[in-house]
């Protein structure tokens, strides 16, 4: 029986929000940082999600997670404190 092997482990990065900055912020600059690039050469974060839902929906929801994909990174909102980042899976 032949095992198969991921190639390249499967990266999860955690970044936590500082306090004065928006959770929408905070993912355009956490993949900036992991795409090690400037954040405006990153696609619109609008055309993946609206910026100002995304706040206001990890401000209410405190205590939940929300998820969604921005720049080939599943990104993870925990508690509106914490981002979770692990890169998509290339098709």
Sequence with gaps: MM?????????VVEYEIPE?????????HAVSSLKQCEPWELPPLYETIDPELLD????????????FV???????VERGKFLLLQPADRE
């Design 20 to 28: 004065d900055e928006s959770v929408s912020r905070a993912a355009i």
């Design 70 to 76: 921005f720049n080939d990174f599943h990104i993870t």
């Design 56 to 67: 206001m929906l990890c401000e209410s929801q405190r205590n939940g997670t929300v998820k």
């Design 3 to 11: 095992e198969t092997q991921d190639p390249e482990p499967r990266l």
